[in-house]
Every structure is written in C-alpha cells, then in structure tokens.
C-alpha cells in the first residue's frame, strides 16, 4: 500500500491543508434597509449558518440564518435564529425594569396575553458563552475591536484636546441587563426543512414558518411584551396583534407515506 504523503508547495515544503470553512458561519455585510414580508427593518446584525440552512432548494432558501434588530415601536432588541432542523425560532429582549424580566416561561400566565406562536419555550438572560452565531444574545455588527491595544486618537474640532475616534469606540449595550423571552416553530403542525418527508404526522399538511411569519411573531412579541409596562400616565400600552405584519406561513404539500418496508420516522 503506498505510503501517504502531505502535499507539498512550490518550494518543496510540505504544506498545511487548507480548511474548509465553507460550512463555518459567516456575518454577513449590512444592507441600510432589509425587506421582510410588506415592511422593512434597519439590521444590526446577519449570519449565514450552512450546517443549520437546509440544503434542499425551498421557501427558505434566500433567508439569512441569523438576523437581529431593535423593534421600531418599542425599543426592544428582537431576533431570529435558526436552528439544526431548519426552522426558524424568535426572541426579544425585555429590560430589568420589565414585571417579566427574570421569569421562567412556564411561569407566564397566559391570561396575560403573550401569545407568540405555539407560546413561549425560551427565557434565559443574554448567553455569552455560545460561539456568536447561535447565542441569543445583543451582537452588533462590527469589525473585531483589541481591547488591549491603545485607541486610536483623533483631535478635537478646536484642536487642543484628543478625543477617542467614533468609529474606534467598542457599540456597548446593557446586554447583561436583558432577559429573553422566546419562542420556536417545530410544533405541531410546523414544517422541519432537514426532516424532508419525515414529517411528523398530522391532521393537516405541515406549515413552514417562513421569516416574514417569525418576524411578526417576533414583532408581535416585543409589543405584547411592551404592553405589560406603563407609558408616563400610568396607562398600559396597547397590544399589537401578533399576525398584524404577517404574510400568510408558506404551507408545503403533505409527505409521502413510506413505502412498505421502509422507514418513516425520524429522531
């Protein structure tokens, strides 16, 4: 059996492989504007995310993986993310003033009228363990910053004094500040994009949850949310309806049923 060799450059060394990276996430440059169903939002930050993007050609096939903002209406940081079986879930993000923050989704009572699709599964503060793409967590898009390194100068309009150079500042927000509160869309009922055929059984065709549907249940979210602290009257604020930005959820045709013999279920 011939023995295996690394390869080699053009002087004759041997050379590194080169990785692929092109399963590795990747950030993606800011448009000003991004259109999502009949609205469009200023994003702070995009992801490509292959290994979660299904790799079937579908409805969700121009989305981005990973999008975040902050709601126009109600200053909360929103987003959407992801996940390994294709779908799509939404967060937002809640201050410590809020009367949920620090609340365990399950202790929500639904009386209050958070109704986010199929109900709140997420309530944890930011993560900033998770490698950036998948943490649900305030990320801004920016250039990696040295925070050990001595800023950058820039003089003063007068000239007589240095200031630190906007763009050298670091975007700081109060992320450890923020409590999450989430939902996701591998329900009944829900579509899987990675599951193919395999869907779960169910009574109707399975829906995918497109990103014009989760980001109005992200935005419905966050105005629900917003609804529970009061305006300087004392007031409560009204609640948005969660379907009022919503294009209608992209409903995909009914899986096959397996062949006799072969598998159907999946994990």
Known sequence: MPKRTTPTNRSGRRGKSVPDLSSE???????????????????????????????????????????????????????????RNGTLSGYAAVPCTHPLW????????????????????YSQSCDEQSPAPFRVCHIHHTDPIDLMREPDRAVDDDGSRYRHAPSDEPSMSPAGDAWWL?????QDGDFLPTYGDRQ????????????????????????????????????????????????????????????????????
């Open 102 to 121: 620090g609340f365990d989704h399950g202790a929500v009572p639904r009386s209050i009228g958070i109704r986010p699709h199929a109900g709140l599964n």
């Open 200 to 267: 779960r059984p169910s009574v109707e065709p399975p829906v995918y949850r497109d990103l014009a549907y989760v980001y109005s249940q992200v935005v419905g979210l966050a105005h629900q949310l917003r609804s529970l602290e009061v305006d300087g009257t004392g007031a409560p604020l009204p609640i948005a309806g969660p379907h009022s930005a919503a294009e209608p959820p992209i409903a995909l045709p009914k899986p096959r049923k397996p062949r006799a013999g072969k598998g159907g279920a999946h994990d």
């Open 25 to 83: 996430p990747t950030e993606l440059s800011l448009p000003r504007t991004y259109a999502i169903g009949n609205t469009e939002i200023v994003p702070e930050q995009m992801w490509r995310i292959p290994r979660h993007h299904p790799a079937a050609s579908g409805p969700w096939s121009g989305e981005p993986d990973r999008i975040g903002w902050t709601d126009a209406v109600t200053g909360y940081a929103c987003l959407i993310i992801r996940q």
């Open 182 to 186: 989430g939902f996701s869309t591998d």
